[in-house]
């Protein structure tokens, strides 16, 4: 953990100083071991730690700060306290305090105001308070009973109402404009309870940060914020805690932070945990919002920037002190509606909608009554659906195959390259094939409209579209043409792109210059001209067509996440429908290929669950005609996320270390094996204490394990493909996770497969605190990759192709086809660099998002090359066999180089027909 307390070093409330509190809150949830562990080499001075009731938390000093951190309430049966009316008065508030609070407050006011005094918080250092849900109420009343000492300020989240007006009137009185209280815009527990204020500045969050306030004064930064919620509602509020209170009781549910048992009943909630609050707040400091990590492998003099953790206010190195976890879909699946049909905004948000992707038996199906359907595309569909929207599909086995809850993106997977595939002599007479004919459609982080490697001869930008899907301003895609079914997000057309860079480039929105860099530096290998020192792209005279993935929400009921699989089946069905022409975005036809620089681990690697088959079928199973999808292979190879097993009658163990990360509070792991063998499961944590046998007569097993909550849960034959999934997740609770040998010990009841085998993989975000103890490198491909007609791409070196890069992904798949299909440069590719001054600076980036984007310049440039001549466009099967056969061999297929290296010169040669040979 990196964290500087000069963060603090300031007068008055920044996203910066917030994001420092947040973590800082976030922190108090931590044992007492954690928060000495996390502090002692950072918080030089004195630190003390208190536990008394339900009230905790910390008094840290350095040499000019001084920090008090509270934590809010650790079990369900505690939040009723935020619901009770009582108040009472103190005799450093004037007016009626929630009772609550205050009794809470009282069993630590003594050690607190004594750790002060220790601290020399009296002696010109910068005093700080903050605190999440009740801990918020505890440090606004630690921060007006210690007023005198001279506060720098008090910054809670998720605070619950508290005050009377009288109290609410004294509070802001006494700290002015020193106190901010941050609140997402669907947290339920900010408006409870309802009779009760809220004192300080508001300050409202969303998906995409700070939120502005409306200017006629409803939501001005002196008032409440989010409207109370009715009696009504916290009556329904009321039995569902209780009826989640019951199934944790009954082990069902674990808890890392106030509301984790209802979380699955509660989407309200859900918006309440401390870790989307310091999620939000970090992306307040970067003014950066997508939450994805980019599948580029770190170069050392790029390793800040491609890696998205450069902080505003902070020191360069600084990172995260904790990343937002993700929430596997079993949890989404164990959400059930109420009974009766709720219409309110805030039953909306109790029954809050979830993305997901359908793939239908038959195209006559008819979508449940309020189900939300985006894309709708022969057997695919994207849509937003309620819990019982979702089991009442479910139930039409006749219509309906398979569904699946999207879920967060887990892996963000131009030195002169070109010569390395052979693409400059097509590039120059007398070919002269530069994509003119053909477009590049990216999904990917953005693009940077300013960069001039974008522009045509003329002058205008090449870059015809931008569907944003964070942007909750519209039009939408839907709204701006009709044949385009989703109707979220902001359409930039071109005209407007050109407007907005004509009219003044310093008022760019920022969204529209790519502050992560990926997707420029990406789209500048793809379709980028040479400007300055930077070489020509692939397919330099292409038209771009840029879709930047959702996978956060823009409304308050929305889920927390729209998920990878939702945005990015959406995103391939606009571009395919954009590519077709007549809309705004292509008025003529032309052919695309499509780049996918992002993936995922989970999943069972064989091409069967609705999102690989969507990818399949936006290419008509390889049918498609002008059209193709080509996907970075991944930069897993050496992360020790993938394991097998031989199958016996014996037990044995599958064993993994896990290194403590107190920015990581869930484990995630997929089992898949052979629907005939019959497997039984046990999990055993670092001490030797282990969980019940999880079995098909057993599938469920819940256990809390050191602290830990372990679920196993069983499907002996999954829809998707008839096999065996096994998913195991494992939370923090009382405890973080442990560190570690931990173990999965299995045993064959019953072996009727061919190869006994067994595969098992980790999910992972940003950092990967896990690492399989016997890994292998071979089925590391991250998905979607792994369908069949989607182009996989791995990396080599830059030079001569004939060094793999150490850390792409290897095939094959877990059904045994043979992925990667080739590899291209991936090694200090250098690119166009997004956010630059002069337009036209380039950057160096590792990764196979920096191969792909090779392989799909060059299938731009044989689509441009037929549809110049007027010949009938290849099959993406045939583009797909063409790349395979004239790749430069390196002897036969190779987990990690596929076919070979992309020769682009024997590819178009390969697809020309009556057209001259590319010398």
Avoid at 473 to 496: C, I, K, M
Avoid at 542 to 556: E, G, K, N
Avoid at 640 to 657: E, F, I, N, Y
């Amino acid at each position: 953990m990196r964290f500087d307390p000069k963060w603090l070093n300031s007068d008055g409330f920044s996203y910066s100083v917030g994001y420092a509190l947040a973590s800082m809150a976030q922190l108090a949830y931590t044992d007492a071991r954690g928060v000495q562990r996390a502090l002692q080499t950072l918080w030089r001075g004195q630190l003390t730690i208190f536990s008394i009731g339900r009230s905790q938390g910390f008094v840290a000093t350095a040499d000019e700060v001084v920090l008090v951190s509270f934590r809010g309430t650790d079990q369900i049966s505690d939040w009723w306290d935020n619901l009770r009316v009582r108040t009472r008065e103190t005799e450093f508030v004037d007016g009626g305090v929630h009772r609550g609070f205050l009794d809470s407050y009282d069993v630590v006011r003594t050690t607190v105001n004594k750790a002060l005094d220790s601290a020399g918080a009296d002696g010109g250092k910068r005093l700080w308070f903050t605190g999440h849900s009740l801990g918020g109420a505890l440090a606004t009343l630690a921060a007006v009973d210690h007023v005198d000492r001279g506060v720098t300020g008090v910054t809670t989240f998720g605070q619950p109402r508290g005050f009377s007006t009288e109290a609410r009137q004294s509070i802001n009185a006494r700290l002015g404009i020193r106190y901010d209280r941050i609140v997402n815009d669907c947290d339920l527990v900010a408006r409870i309870p309802g009779h009760l204020h809220h004192a300080g500045q508001l300050h409202l969050l969303d998906e995409g940060g700070p939120r502005t306030l409306p200017e006629d004064g409803t939501e001005a930064a002196e008032t409440d914020g989010p409207p109370p919620l009715s009696r009504e509602h916290e009556v329904i509020l009321k039995a569902q805690i209780e009826a989640a209170d019951a199934m944790e009781a009954d082990g069902l549910f674990g808890s890392e932070e106030p509301g984790q048992g209802a979380e699955g009943l509660l989407p309200g909630i859900r918006a309440h945990r401390m870790s989307l609050y310091a999620d939000r707040m970090r992306q307040a400091a970067d003014a950066v919002y997508p939450v994805f990590q980019v599948e580029t492998a770190p170069i050392a003099a790029s390793r800040i920037e491609a890696q998205g953790i450069a902080r505003v206010g902070a020191p360069p190195d600084a990172a995260d002190l904790f990343a937002g976890e993700t929430f596997g879909i079993e949890e989404i699946g164990q959400l059930r509606p109420n009974a009766a049909d709720l219409t309110d905004p805030v039953d909306r948000q109790l029954n809050a909608p979830q993305p997901v992707v359908i793939l239908l038996r038959s195209e006559d199906w008819t979508p449940p009554d309020g189900m939300v359907v985006d894309t709708r595309q022969g057997l695919v569909v994207t849509a937003m659906a309620s819990p019982a929207q979702i089991a009442m599909a479910e139930r039409d086995r006749a219509h309906v195959s398979s569904i699946e809850i999207s879920r967060e993106v887990e892996a963000l997977e131009l030195h002169e390259s070109g010569e390395v595939v052979a693409a400059r002599a097509a590039q120059r007479p007398p070919i002269s094939e530069r994509g003119a004919h053909a477009a590049v459609g990216l999904v990917d982080t953005g693009i940077d409209i300013l960069h001039r490697g974008f522009l045509d001869d003329a002058g205008r930008t090449r870059i015809h579209a931008i569907w944003d899907q964070f942007d909750a301003n519209g039009p939408s895609p839907a709204t701006v043409d009709r044949s385009f079914g989703p109707d979220y997000g902001r359409l930039w057309l071109r005209d407007e792109i050109e407007a907005l860079i004509a009219a003044d480039p310093g008022a760019v929105p920022p969204r529209l210059r790519d502050p992560r860099g990926h997707g420029t530096h990406v789209a500048g290998i793809a379709a980028g001209r040479a400007v300055g020192g930077l070489a020509d792209g692939l397919a330099p005279d292409a038209a771009i067509v840029v879709v930047i993935p959702r996978l956060s929400p823009s409304t308050p009921q929305d889920p927390p996440s729209l998920g990878y699989s939702k945005t990015h089946v959406d995103a391939i069905y606009f571009l395919k429908r954009a590519a077709a022409g007549g809309t705004p975005v292509l008025p003529a036809p032309r052919p695309m290929a499509v780049n996918v620089s992002l993936g995922m681990m989970a999943g069972p690697h064989d091409g069967r669950t609705p999102l690989e088959r969507a990818f399949e079928q936006v290419v008509n199973d390889g049918y498609a005609e002008g059209f193709a999808v080509i996907k970075s292979a991944g930069n897993s190879a050496e992360d020790a996320l993938h394991t097998q097993a031989k199958l016996c009658g014996g037990w044995q163990d599958v064993s993994w270390t896990r290194v403590i990360d107190l920015s990581r509070r869930r484990d995630y792991f997929e089992v898949w094996h052979h629907g005939t063998d019959r497997v039984s499961f046990r999990v055993i944590d670092p001490q030797g204490n282990a969980t019940d046998i999880c079995s098909e007569d057993t599938p469920l097993v819940r256990a809390v394990l050191c602290g830990n909550v372990v679920r196993l849960d069983l499907i002996p034959t999954h829809p998707h493909n008839g096999d065996a999934q096994l998913v195991i997740a494992i939370d923090a609770d009382s405890q973080p996770i442990q560190g570690g040998r931990w173990r999965l010990r299995l045993r064959a009841e019953d072996i009727r497969s061919r190869d006994r085998r067994l595969d098992m993989w980790t999910e992972t975000r940003r950092a990967n605190p896990v690492r399989f103890d016997h890994p292998m490198r071979e089925g590391t491909l991250s998905v979607p990759g792994t369908a069949d007609f989607v182009i996989s791409v791995g990396a080599c070196g830059a030079e001569d192709g004939l060094l793999l890069a150490p850390f792409s992904s290897h095939g094959p798949t877990r059904d045994g086809r043979d992925k990667p299909d080739v590899c291209a440069p991936g090694i200090g590719v250098y690119s166009a660099r997004a956010q630059g001054v002069s337009g036209d600076e380039q950057i160096a980036k590792n990764g196979t998002s920096m191969a792909a984007p090779h392989v799909t310049g060059a299938v731009a440039l044989a689509f441009s090359r037929r549809a110049a001549a007027g010949l009938p466009q290849p099959s993406t099967a045939e583009i797909l066999g063409a790349l395979r056969r004239h790749a430069r061999s390196i002897g036969g297929f190779h987990t990690g180089f596929g076919s070979g290296i992309l020769d682009v010169r024997a590819f178009l040669n390969a697809t020309r027909d009556s057209m001259p040979e590319v010398p």
